[in-house]
């Protein structure tokens, strides 16, 4: 892996995701759970978790890449528009640093939804263990 | 740039990192001496470092230094090219 590197993936939130989500961490607020709330309040519909992406991020982190041999340090994201049941999300993900004397990366990564919109987009860096 | 503005500079970078307004740098400064300067912080200061002075150093070089002065040293004697 080097610098400029990218990755591309492709994520969907499917309604067992957002069940596992659920029946795991018990956040069953009105807004993921009811549409009938969720539009009330000017959604077109249940709005999935945002931290539902970051297990994206785990995946992508964990068995996307070349090797096997990492660890997550940090990560950032900023959630810019809801994504919703079924969304198909392209996550790419580019390596803008990578420091040799600590054995890190860093990369940016965004997610984008079949409009092309940008939902979410963040940092990760990660160590070479 | 000179040794007093690097170790001012990389004194601002340990506050920020380790989130502690009261560290101060000396030359004899050690990770035994600062609260929270372990493994993985020291990861995130020698990015910070390295991002902030736009230099990259290997390994052997991080693994040489026995304190701060010495990190500030080759920082000094990096930008000197």
């Not at chain 1, 969907?12 to 995701?17: G, L």
């Not at chain 1, 990578?98 to 963040?122: C, I, L, M, Q, W």
């Not at chain 2, 500079?9 to 035994?32: C, G, M, R, Y």
């Amino acid at each position: 892996m080097k610098e400029g590197d990218s990755f591309v993936h492709t994520f969907t939130v499917t309604p067992a995701t957002h069940a596992g989500f659920i029946d795991i961490f018990r956040d069953r607020n009105p807004l993921h759970t009811s549409a009938q709330f969720a539009q009330a309040k000017g959604f077109r519909g249940e709005v999935m978790h945002g931290n539902i992406l970051n297990g994206f991020l785990s995946y992508f982190i964990g068995e996307c890449l070349p090797t096997k041999d990492v660890i997550i340090h940090a990560q950032s994201i900023k959630f810019s528009l809801p994504v919703y049941m079924n969304d198909e999300l392209e996550f790419t993900a580019r390596i803008v640093g990578f420091f040799e004397s600590v054995r890190t990366y860093e990369f940016k990564f965004s997610f984008r939804n079949k409009d092309g919109k940008t939902v979410a987009k963040g940092d990760i860096q990660i160590g070479l263990i | 740039m000179d040794f007093n503005n690097i170790i001012k500079q990389v004194n601002d970078i340990f506050i920020d990192v380790l989130d502690n307004e009261d560290i101060k740098l000396t030359p004899e400064t050690t990770a035994a001496d600062v609260e929270d300067w372990d493994s993985l912080n020291h990861i995130q200061l020698v990015v910070a470092i390295e991002k902030h002075f736009k230099m990259r150093f290997t390994t052997a070089e991080i693994n040489g230094w026995k304190n701060v002065g010495e990190m500030c040293v080759a920082i000094e004697n990096r930008l000197k090219g």
